[in-house]
């Protein structure tokens, strides 16, 4: 069983960055793709970037520029870096793991997800 643990989110202004980790136990980390998820209220959970194993990195139109995903294969950690944050990344942020960096939700496990809101 794979358990992963995202912690960083909070309130911040407009214009404010963020840093987003996301932890993972129970599996090797590096051989897995990470990837991480947004739900804001009233809205279906939607694709906001991921890292292959091979450092692949693949990301929503709408935050590429802003967000950047990393990943520290000895940390077992994943990192979504977050600037320039707009109103409208308001949402819970989810970090996902599973066998390829996808753009659909098709991961094996997910974590809890943490709060990011940004003020206008």
């Known amino acids: 069983q794979v358990q992963l643990v995202e912690s960083g989110g909070g309130l911040v202004q407009a214009g404010g960055s963020l840093t987003l980790s996301c932890t993972a136990s129970?599996?090797?980390?590096?051989?897995?793709?990470m990837g991480w998820f947004r739900q804001a209220p009233g809205k279906e959970r939607e694709f906001v970037a991921a890292?292959?194993?091979?450092?692949?990195?693949y990301y929503q139109e709408s935050v590429k520029g802003r967000f950047t995903i990393s990943r520290d294969n000895a940390k077992d950690t994943v990192y979504l870096q977050m600037n320039s944050l707009k109103p409208e990344d308001t949402a819970v942020y989810y970090c996902?793991?599973?066998?390829?960096?996808?753009?659909?939700?098709?991961?094996?496990?997910w974590g809890q997800g943490t709060q990011v809101t940004v003020s206008s």
């Open positions: 996902a793991t599973g066998p390829r960096a996808t753009f659909n939700q098709s991961y094996d496990y």
């Open positions: 129970g599996r090797t980390f590096s051989s897995g793709a």
């Open positions: 890292i292959s194993r091979y450092y692949n990195t």
